[in-house]
Every structure is written in structure tokens, then in C-alpha cells.
């Protein structure tokens, strides 16, 4: 059994035994492989997020929590490769990194044969991403609007002139192909749009965000809209 299926077998064991468990030299048995083995795998199931516990001693053993018996959401290889294909399309988008994280996720947590049908679907679609900003940028804005704290950036404008800005980040926005952060600059005391690309540095300060909202910045254009995914 191929490693990738040994982990789907080995999810759905724990989750078919629910709050017992199962030792790991039981399921060393079970699969035919070493106890170490199977502790890398249990290991591989939690980095992925599968929610584990472990109890040490007589008794003890490995499980998956209450809230794992639950029915998994079901994907099919055709949705897969969608969110997949929309991940690899946008690697300049805000949290994209963790969005190619999340897809592999899901294609872990595919059965052995719908991830096989997935992968072959995936090969027959091609994406010529654009270029990404610094990683270091990135990361600096996303942390500051997840957190909610002021981030100050060097920021290039159209005419070549670099000014350093505190910016309380208040929403990411797509438009023309391009993102932008909208914020408060401090420095111009004013909601302000910045074109992510002209982000030449960017840190995390410690000083938390004043309150500016969405509100503030007015209504989208009726072709815009929220990530959440719903229509109202």
C-alpha cells in the first residue's frame, strides 16, 4: 500500500473507532509496517489538521476528537482541480500561500482513486501566473490585517517617489488585475489605496488599529464583491 493510501485507511480507522482509538502497535499491524511508521504518519494526519489526540500508558492509545466522526465534506475531483486551478491562478493574491496549502489538504483527504482522477484533470489545466511581490511584503501585510495592526511600509508611487508610510490596513482589493491594500495612512491622514506590487518593504508595528472600517472606503462597483462566497 502506497503511502498516500495508508493515510486515507489510516483517517478513516480512527474515525470509524471514535472515542476508543487504537494503539500504535495495533495499527502497525493492521498495515504491516513499523510502530515508528506509523507514529510518522499520525504525525503527517495532525500537520495536515486531522484533529488527533493521544493518551500515554495502559489503555492509551491514538484517536481522532468527537468532532472528527463527523461526515467529512466531500469533493469531487472536478471541484478539486477548481479550487486548485483558482489557487495557482492568483499567487499574488493576499493569503495565497496558505490557499495552495489548503488545496493540498483536500487532495490529501481525497480517496486514493478520486485524488488519481483529480491529478490527471489537473495536468490538463495550464496557468501563466503573473509575478508575485516579496514574500516578505506579503506575509507583513497579511499579518497586519489578520491582526489588525499598524504596518508600516516603503511605498514607490507612480513617479518614482518613495515616501515610508504607517498604514492601518483595512481591506485587500482586485481590480484591472492588479491588488491593492486600502488603508489609513498616517501620513497623509486619509483612507489610501496602495498598489501591493510598488510595497518595497513592509513591517508589523505593535500598535494596534484605531477602528477604520469597510464603510469608510464606500460601496464596491457592481462588478466587485466579498471572497465569503455568497450573494447577499
Known amino acids: 500500500m502506497k503511502r498516500a493510501e495508508r493515510l486515507h485507511a489510516l483517517s478513516e480507522m480512527l474515525r470509524r473507532q471514535g472515542s476508543r482509538g487504537y494503539t500504535a502497535g495495533r495499527m502497525a499491524a493492521e498495515f504491516g509496517v513499523s510502530v515508528r511508521t506509523i507514529k510518522r504518519d499520525l504525525a503527517s494526519l495532525e500537520r495536515s489538521g486531522a484533529p488527533l489526540w493521544s493518551r500515554p500508558g495502559p489503555g492509551g492509545g491514538y484517536g481522532l476528537t468527537e468532532m472528527a466522526s463527523l461526515r467529512p465534506v466531500s469533493l469531487s475531483p472536478a471541484q478539486a482541480v477548481a ?133 469608510e472606503i464606500g460601496a464596491p462597483p457592481a462588478t466587485a464583491r466579498p471572497v465569503h462566497g455568497r450573494d447577499d
Open 83 to 215: 479550487i486548485l486551478a483558482a489557487a495557482s491562478a492568483a499567487p499574488d493574491a493576499p493569503y495565497a500561500d496558505l490557499a495552495s496549502s489548503g488545496v493540498q489538504k483536500i487532495l490529501d483527504v481525497l480517496d486514493p482513486a478520486a485524488r488519481a482522477r483529480a491529478r490527471r484533470l489537473a495536468d490538463r489545466v495550464w496557468v501563466d501566473a503573473p509575478p508575485t511581490p516579496k514574500r516578505a511584503v506579503r506575509s507583513a501585510l497579511e499579518e497586519a490585517m489578520t491582526e489588525q495592526r499598524v504596518v508600516r511600509i516603503r511605498y514607490t508611487s507612480s513617479d518614482g517617489t518613495s515616501t515610508t508610510r504607517d498604514v492601518e490596513p483595512v481591506l485587500f482589493a482586485s481590480t484591472s488585475g492588479q491588488w491593492y491594500l486600502i488603508g489609513w495612512c498616517r501620513l497623509r491622514d486619509a483612507m489610501r489605496w496602495f498598489l501591493i506590487a510598488r510595497v518595497q518593504q513592509a513591517r508589523v508595528t505593535a500598535l494596534p488599529c484605531t477602528g477604520h472600517t469597510v464603510d
